[in-house]
């Protein structure tokens, strides 16, 4: 049976991320833990998000989970999911701006906010910060095995004001347009990360979760 850890530092709706898991993988089992020793046995590893980045690593290191990410993001299939994405870089603009936030710096890159100026469409009309809703995902890599069986193009749900910016193009597993073109997945070796919100995202979010739980990183 495949074991998943739902990486629980008390930010994020992780009971609809786990009852979407159990949705498309009933015969997984599926944890929601904060202990270190269950995530480094599980199979596969989900961290989820949402809330400020500041508050998110704060959180993180409070229980002692930030070694135990940073292990499971090196050995073993990874998702992130919205602040869960985010994290995986280095600095980000949220927060005290006479403090450095930094992430966990496994991928390269940046955390920036929505630019304000770049907050409107055609005509003028503004742009509301945070993006939320729904908005089309353009795959960038459409070979990628997540991406099986989900139509490029795709909508999913949006709940953010801050965006990755990383500094390889290469990572970048889809853009969406909302003001600006930004990454809103990305993936590197066993590890895949999306700005957006799966478990909230209908049946092409399901179909994203069922993918993560098949797939064999090479």
């Not at 500041?54 to 990410?69: K, Q, T």
């Not at 630019?115 to 469409?121: L, N, R, T």
């Not at 742009?127 to 960038?140: A, D, E, R």
Request: one cysteine or more; glycine letters at 8%; proline letters at 6%.
């Amino acid at each position: 049976m495949i074991s998943v850890a739902v990486v629980d530092y008390g930010m994020g709706n992780l009971r609809s991320v786990a009852k979407a898991l159990e949705h498309v993988a009933p015969q997984a089992r599926v944890t929601v833990t904060d202990s270190a020793g269950e995530i480094a046995a599980a199979d596969r590893v989900v961290v989820p998000g949402q809330g400020a980045m500041p508050d998110c690593m704060r959180e993180l290191d409070a229980r002692g989970l930030r070694e135990s990410v940073v292990r499971a993001a090196a050995t073993k299939p990874f998702l992130g999911i919205c602040i869960g994405l985010q994290m995986l870089f280095g600095e980000s603009e949220e927060g005290d701006a006479s403090e450095n936030v930094r992430g966990l710096d496994i991928l390269p890159g940046r955390v920036p906010r929505f630019p304000v100026a770049a907050m409107q469409i055609d005509g003028g009309t503004k742009l509301k910060v945070p993006h939320m809703g729904w908005n089309n995902v353009s795959q960038s890599d459409r070979n990628h095995p997540l991406w099986q069986g989900i139509a490029d193009t795709s909508r999913f749900y949006f709940v953010h004001s801050f965006y990755v910016d990383p500094a390889t193009p290469a990572l970048t597993a889809s853009t969406t347009e909302y003001g600006i073109h930004f990454t809103s997945a990305v993936s590197r070796d066993n590890i895949f990360a999306v700005q957006f919100h799966p478990e909230k995202s209908a049946q092409a979010g399901l179909q994203l979760l069922s993918n993560f739980m098949s797939w064999k990183p090479s």
